[in-house]
């Protein structure tokens, strides 16, 4: 859009007063950041209509002077199971003691889901979604998975598209209890009824490819579900390498998913795969704070040229937080990225991860997702943990209520 055009666009604001403004484009600014020093924004019609240096901004028809706060696009968390019921703070008292974690915890959250009505589901799920926006996450990514029946499933993921339209069929999280010893009857169910009732109300379809788990799927059982999806429309996803080195990130690789996520484990064999290719590696950081496991090795994915996502994994067993700044935190103290990678990984590596090229930037075009630090760099998500430093900047005037995932 032109100056001409953002000028005699009466709906325009123009966002200034930004110390440092990171645009994710590094024809726009400086570096991976494309950081803009003393930058401006023009939104009009929910959009980026002009990015630039203050001192050439066009005029608008309504200015915000931010005071010299550091402006970022909005975190994109493209991980999360946020969809569930009950409570599982015992298990992660005994992960602290030295129990260790094996993915078996996930049937007692399926008990209490299947249990609970869909008011007190979404109740939660708004909870969980207001609690993101307001540590600057504005699009997630939602699983099912704590429902493993075909009625269940579908009522978690029509739940999930209330708020976001980037919902996953995750019918093969376990087995359940009532499938013990019938993997393969279960396998049927979710390849069948189950996604032929799931697919109509999602986006993508993953699995917890996890041979070193007792409760998870193997490499074939993997396959079928992700071709199934695939035959079904529906983009791919894989929790994959997590507990121990496996066949998931190769799986990924082979089948053209979008995402493999957690990757704790991974093979000389896997990095190669994943290099250069259009794959992206999500990390968890938090699921490795939460449940005592080694931390991936992200300066070896990325030195090799992978691109590297970071995401909440938010659940309540293996990883309880909702926070993205406190996963950037953890992915510069434990996992070799320096503070631009993390933020990079959070915001346009998130936005690869879900295969978008609207969101994770602030070039004209983009979506008008402005984060705000109370702070002048982005390296303060880093270097100040635990401080709520960051919100999404709500524009005048106020919009009609949308999903933080449209």
Known sequence: MSQDQVSRDRGS??????????????SLGAGVLGVVPDGAVVVADGRVAWVGAASAAPDADRRIDLGGRAVLPGFVDSHSHLVFAGDRAGEFEARMSGTPYDGGGIASTVQATREASDDDLRARLRTLVAEMRAQGTTTVEIKSGYGLTVEQEARALRLAGEVTVETTFLGAHVV??????????YLALVTGPMLAACAPYARWIDVFCEPASPHAFDGAASRAVLEAGRDA???????????????????????????????????????????????????LPGVEFSTRSPYPDARRLLDAGVTVALASDCNPGSCFTSSIPFCIALAVREMGMTPAEAAWAATAGGAAALRRTDIGHLGVGARADLLVLDAPSHRHLAYRPGIPLARPLVLPPASAPRRIGT
């Open 13 to 26: 604001t123009l966002v200034s007063g930004i110390g440092e403004l990171v645009t994710n484009d590094p």
């Open 176 to 185: 359940p209890p009532e499938y013990a010893g019938r993997t393969e009857d």
């Open 233 to 283: 429309g529906l983009g791919l996803r894989v929790h994959a390498n997590q507990l121990s080195a496996g066949p998931g990130v190769q799986l990924a690789v082979e089948l053209g998913a979008a995402s493999a996520d957690h990757c704790t484990h991974l093979s000389p064999a896997d990095v190669d795969a994943l290099t250069g290719g259009a794959t992206v590696v999500t990390l």
